[in-house]
């Protein structure tokens, strides 16, 4: 079952109130909590781009994948790219519990990253 969840994007991006930002980039109040709440069963692609504008994500990001028992896909399906690997942490309170003098190698290896 494909399912809408930008939690996990919010999440890595220090979001931590997610519906005011949803709000700020212009989603309605009831749609920011349908979405945080995996309750939307339909989301228009002019959102998802909305999203992925304001989160530097792709589609790919927003959506997770689950196998139910109704459908059986290959180990090596595409869409075992988009199941859920367990729940998805905030970067910046990982940050926070590194010891100062390990910051600099992973300034360098975001740097390397973004290139």
Not at 10 to 28: C, E, P
Not at 46 to 73: G, H, K, M, S, Y
Not at 78 to 105: C, S
Request: overall charge positive; aromatic content about 6%.
């Amino acid at each position: 079952m494909l399912l809408f969840n930008p939690k996990k994007t919010l999440a890595l991006r220090g979001i931590d109130k997610a519906t005011n930002f949803l709000v700020k980039i212009g989603f309605s109040y009831p749609a920011a909590s349908r979405f945080l709440k995996s309750k939307s069963q339909f989301v228009k692609v002019a959102d998802i781009e909305r999203l992925c504008l304001a989160l530097n994500c792709t589609p790919n990001d927003l959506f997770e994948w689950r196998q139910d028992a109704n459908t059986v896909v290959a180990e090596n399906h595409a869409l075992r790219g988009l199941e859920a690997d367990g729940e998805q942490k905030n970067l910046q309170q990982l940050v926070k519990d590194i010891p100062a003098e390990k910051l600099k190698k992973i300034e360098e290896l975001l740097e390397e990253l973004k290139s």
